[in-house]
């Protein structure tokens, strides 16, 4: 499954399988059978290192569904200088892993997040044109990594609310480095749930940065729980992508409030399968 905003075809969907996201009542071994039974074209993870990379290739495999993404950076900060060669490393061992379970993407960030979404520390006498000259830099040379194993790479601005200190925190800030890089092989998420958090507006923010998107993250605010449950107007933002065409993947990254049966009937009401 490309990451690219491709017109002409369905929206590719994706489920995120991590514990506590959909199919969350299952092992982790039966989520990819389940997402596949539910309609999704794929299913994405957070961190392989802690996941078995055979079984799960096996288990996609065995499903017929694509494991199309997971976290790709996570060695350094790709704003301080001095872990240029570390951010490098961390997406070199990420791309063998991608390729071990066929998937065609990795996301990667500005910041090394750690458990409990803890931001890694830089050179406090970076300044904010420094760090940017930096992260310029080092996503240029994922780039050419992206385009050795003819993968794309997904620069994700988070929010800074629940993981402060992130430097890339809203997609205007993402999309300045997208253009900057200007390589087919970084493309940039869209997240409604983390852009809500720091700030909202988020049609007139999708607008500009549409034609540079190769995902876009549904969840609704707060909680991170399926859509139509919070204050994100969903109705409004899935005929927004229908007029602008969108036609990349959307990832249902949404925590059920109650049951993943009831999320899935909230995301068929705002994207439904055949749109």
Same mark, same amino acid.
């Given at each position: 499954?490309?990451?690219? +905003? ?11 399988? =991590? ?116 992260? $310029?830099? $080092? ?14 790479? &997904?620069? =994700?601005? #988070? +929010?800074? #609310? ?5 430097? &890339? ?8 480095? #997208? ?9 940039? #998420? ?8 720091? @700030?909202? +507006?988020?049609?007139? +923010? &999708? ?14 605010? !707060?909680?991170?729980?399926? !859509? @139509?449950?919070?204050? %994100? ?16 993947? %959307? &990832?249902?990254?949404?925590? !059920?409030?109650?049951? $993943? ?15």
């Amino acid at each position: 499954m490309s990451a690219d +905003n491709v017109k002409g075809g369905p929206n590719k969907r994706a489920a995120c399988i =991590e514990d506590g996201f959909l199919f969350k009542e299952l092992r982790f071994e039966e989520r990819f059978a389940a997402a596949k039974a539910a309609g999704f074209d794929s299913v994405e993870l957070w961190s392989w290192r802690e996941r078995d990379l055979d079984a799960v290739a096996g288990r996609a495999q065995a499903a017929g569904i694509e494991v199309s993404c997971f976290i790709g950076a996570d060695k350094g900060s790709a704003i301080d200088p001095a872990d240029h060669d570390l951010y490098l490393t961390g997406v070199r061992e990420s791309v063998a892993a991608a390729k071990h379970v066929g998937a065609p993407s990795i996301y990667i960030f500005s910041d090394e997040i750690g458990p409990g979404g803890v931001i890694k520390p830089v050179n406090p006498a970076l300044t904010r044109r420094q760090k940017v000259a930096s992260l $310029t830099r $080092t996503i240029s040379a994922a780039a050419d990594l992206a385009a050795e194993a003819g993968m794309t790479f &997904l620069l =994700e601005p #988070v +929010n800074s #609310v629940y993981v402060p200190g992130y430097f &890339l925190d809203t997609v205007g800030a993402a999309l300045e480095v #997208v253009k900057a890089v200007g390589r087919p092989e970084i493309r940039l #998420v869209y997240d409604f749930y983390h852009q809500q958090l720091v @700030g909202g +507006n988020l049609i007139q +923010n &999708l607008r500009p940065a549409l034609p540079h998107v190769g995902s876009i993250h549904v969840a609704d605010v !707060p909680g991170r729980v399926e !859509p @139509g449950l919070g204050e %994100i107007n969903f109705t409004t933002l899935a005929r927004e992508m229908r007029s602008l065409d969108y036609r990349g993947t %959307i &990832l249902f990254e949404c925590n !059920p409030s109650s049951s $993943t049966a009831e999320a899935l009937r909230a995301i068929e009401k705002y994207f439904p399968i055949k749109a």
